[in-house]
């Protein structure tokens, strides 16, 4: 079992930036994808990016292409989801999800372990 918290969330105006982090513990040597999700009220969970463990390939969603980035340090176990340009459209609940297989672009429904979420809500 791997147990995921993240942190980082907050409130910030449009063209602001945040980081996110998701700290990993527990049987992470089993981890093969890292995911960042959101979640908008009223919204489906939808897929932000993921990465590989190991940081050997990068997504991300259209959406966010340009503005996210997503990077790893494995000696804290900790995954970090870099928010620049925020735009209001990106605000909603942010979850980190771990995945023990290949496939880190695979919807919500694939990824196992999940962490509680931290809230991002963008201003304008």
């Known amino acids: 079992e791997v147990h995921l918290v993240e942190s980082g969330g907050g409130s910030v105006e449009a063209g602001g930036s945040l980081r996110l982090s998701c700290a990993a513990s527990g049987y992470t040597a089993s981890l093969y994808c890292m995911g960042w999700f959101r979640q908008a009220p009223g919204k489906k969970r939808e897929g932000v990016g993921s990465?590989?463990?190991?940081?050997?390939?990068?997504s991300y969603v259209d959406s966010v292409k340009g503005r996210f980035t997503i990077s790893e340090d494995k000696v804290k176990n900790t995954v970090y989801l870099q928010m620049n340009s925020l735009k209001l459209e990106d605000t909603g609940m942010y979850y980190c999800a771990a995945r023990s297989r290949d496939g880190c672009s695979a919807p919500p429904s694939a990824y196992v372990d999940w962490g509680q979420g931290t809230q991002v809500t963008v201003s304008s």
């Open positions: 990465i590989y463990t190991g940081g050997l390939l990068v």
